[in-house]
């Protein structure tokens, strides 16, 4: 499960260090991919099957459908680590990210994101304002 907040850089080749924790639980590559709030969606191999296998089950009759299965296929990269635990990011994925120079990686359970710190600031900024709101149509605290 990959859970947390982490700040880092991208270097000036477009690499970004990735959690020691986080790269345990990926082997040898990760799949990124463009995602929702102009952040990255970064997956083991597996999940990304799971998630593809999903994408192919959408209706193809429906306009949305066919413009999200291509918004996050065609983004869609594997990158393996280099010896330092960095991933090379392509530019079209920083482009959709605004990845500059410091990024913020957070866990999402079977996934995680990259983020631009500026968008990250901006979307944890106005959750926060909302987050009872968000909190009460969906979760039972039960417990």
Known sequence: MFMGEFSHSLD???RLIIPAKFRHQLGDSVVITRWMEHALRAMPKDVWDQLEAQLN??????????AFKRFVMAGATEAEFDKQGRIAIPANLREHANLDKDAIVTGVGDAFEIWSADN???????TAEDFDDIAEGLVDFDF
């Open 12 to 14: 000036t080749k477009g």
């Open 120 to 126: 990250w600031q901006a979307y944890t900024s106005k």
């Open 57 to 66: 089950r959408l209706p193809i009759g429906k306009k949305e459908a066919r």
